[in-house]
């Protein structure tokens, strides 16, 4: 089946950079968009940028600067590159991707989320 996995979340100190990866794999055909979001305690899950298999990107208004998301086709992988990291970054990140199965059926698949922490 198809799965979206996630990599790359620790710990940092205030001021550092994380970088996030995440592949697809399965029987997919194409990968339309993927995405990131992230999910604090008690809070709803809020986007941090998509981008599309043709390269066009959306970040959340907040989210612009020093966020920074890219995608390589070939290896069905997406990044978040995460700079000048503040303790309210401190979440679970997840990946998402909207992908077209090789049976022609096209959903939205989660990550199981990977923790970021940013320390004081």
């Known amino acids: 089946?198809?799965?979206?996995?996630?990599?790359?979340?620790?710990?940092?100190?205030?001021?550092?950079?994380?970088?996030?990866?995440?592949?697809?794999?399965?029987?997919?055909?194409?990968?339309?968009?993927?995405?990131?979001?992230?999910?604090?305690?008690?809070?709803?899950?809020?986007?941090?940028?998509?981008?599309?298999?043709?390269?066009?990107?959306?970040?959340?208004?907040?989210k612009k600067g020093r966020f920074t998301i890219s995608r390589d086709n070939a290896t069905k992988t997406v990044y978040l590159q995460m700079n000048d990291l503040k303790p309210e970054d401190t979440a679970v990140y997840y990946c998402e991707a909207l992908i077209l199965t090789l049976s022609s059926r096209s959903r939205d698949y989660w990550g199981q989320g990977t923790q970021v922490t940013v320390s004081s």
Do not use: D, K
Not at 21 to 41: D, K, N, V
């Open 1 to 62: 089946q198809v799965q979206v996995v996630e990599s790359g979340g620790g710990m940092v100190q205030t001021g550092g950079s994380l970088r996030l990866s995440c592949a697809a794999s399965g029987p997919i055909f194409s990968i339309l968009r993927m995405g990131w979001h992230r999910q604090t305690s008690g809070n709803a899950r809020e986007l941090i940028a998509t981008i599309t298999n043709g390269g066009s990107i959306h970040y959340a208004e907040s």
